[in-house]
């Protein structure tokens, strides 16, 4: 089985700072691709930045800049570093986890975290 704990969101005011991180435990024997994606209300859940096995990065548009994705594999972990925070990067945060836990790969969603940007 496996799980992912999703840390670090919050509230935050306009211009500051967050960094989130996903954790992934359990029978795990390789992790592919990793990302995080985010929904605010009323919007459908949309890419924000994801990173491969051998750590190419791609970023949404409203991310680029400002947000930066990376991982540590030996804590099967991936992070995203926000700055410069806005109002509307409010959200529900979620990471996306590639993982071979016997035969074929799975995504796997962490449990979601709250951003809170006030203006």
């Known amino acids: 089985q496996v799980q992912l704990v999703e840390s670090g969101g919050g509230l935050v005011q306009a211009g500051g700072s967050l960094r989130l991180s996903c954790a992934a435990s359990?029978?795990?024997?390789?992790?592919?691709?990793m990302g995080w994606y985010r929904q605010a209300p009323g919007k459908q859940r949309e890419l924000v930045a994801r990173?491969?096995?051998?750590?190419?990065?791609h970023y949404a548009d409203t991310a680029k800049g400002r947000f930066t994705i990376s991982r540590d594999n030996a804590k099967n972990t991936v992070y995203l570093q926000m700055n410069s925070l806005k109002p509307e990067d409010t959200a529900v945060y979620y990471c996306?986890?590639?993982?071979?836990?016997?035969?074929?790969?799975?995504?796997?969603w962490g449990q979601g975290t709250q951003v809170t940007v006030s203006s």
């Open positions: 996306n986890v590639e993982i071979r836990a016997n035969y074929l790969y799975t995504n796997y």
């Open positions: 990173i491969t096995s051998s750590s190419s990065t």
């Open positions: 359990g029978s795990i024997l390789s992790i592919n691709a």
